[in-house]
């Protein structure tokens, strides 16, 4: 393949949410994942929305975040055509590079607990699970 990396736009909207679409991570199009609300998170200096393209073709994405205390790498996902030939690990470290501007971050993921891919994914990236922490989270709406 002809493997390019480089920070996303809105422009890259549909393309983004088409590779989150076929490998299978939900989508929330009347909330974060809106064009309006990724427009808004896109456009942060904190935030860099990374795709990974076969030529033209947008093959992977993820995006990585500083939220002031730590790093985050979300919605990483890749277009099942192209799994297996380490394109997420490269988007990881491509994420891990952004996020080092901020200094020695801890840099975290959240995963679902039978997501056993993105669970060795992360390991072999030198991750490690917190077993003790369980995600609480508080909505103002269901579908935000
Ligand atoms: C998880 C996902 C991003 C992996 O993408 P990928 O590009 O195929 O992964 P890589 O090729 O970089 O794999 C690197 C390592 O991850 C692990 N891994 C990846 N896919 C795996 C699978 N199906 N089963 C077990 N381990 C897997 C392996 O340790 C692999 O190393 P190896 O190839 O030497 O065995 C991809 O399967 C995906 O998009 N899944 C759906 C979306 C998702 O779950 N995203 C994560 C949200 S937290």
Redesign the pocket.
């Not at 919605?75 to 890749?78: I, Q, S």
């Not at 060795?120 to 072999?124: C, I």
């Given at each position: 393949m002809d493997k390019r990396f480089r920070r996303l736009t809105i422009d890259d909207y549909n393309d983004m949410l088409r590779v989150w679409a076929v490998?299978?991570?939900p989508i929330k199009p009347n909330g974060r994942d809106s064009r309006s609300m990724i427009e808004t998170e896109i456009g942060r200096d904190h935030c860099a929305f990374l795709g990974v393209f076969d030529s033209d073709r947008m093959v992977?994405v993820t995006i990585a975040q500083y939220d002031g205390r730590r790093g985050w790498i979300c919605?990483?996902?890749?277009d099942?055509d192209?799994?297996?030939?380490?394109?997420?690990?490269?988007l990881i470290q491509k994420g891990e590079e952004f996020l080092a501007q901020y200094g020695e971050v801890v840099v975290c993921?959240?995963?679902?607990e039978l997501?056993?891919?993105?669970m060795?994914?992360?390991?072999?990236a030198g991750f490690r699970c917190e077993n003790e922490i369980k995600y609480w989270t508080r909505r103002p709406r269901a579908d935000l």
């Open positions: 490998a299978g991570l992977g919605r990483l996902a890749v099942p192209f799994r297996g030939l380490g394109l997420a690990q490269d993921a959240l995963i679902e997501n056993m891919p993105s060795d994914l992360f390991e072999k």
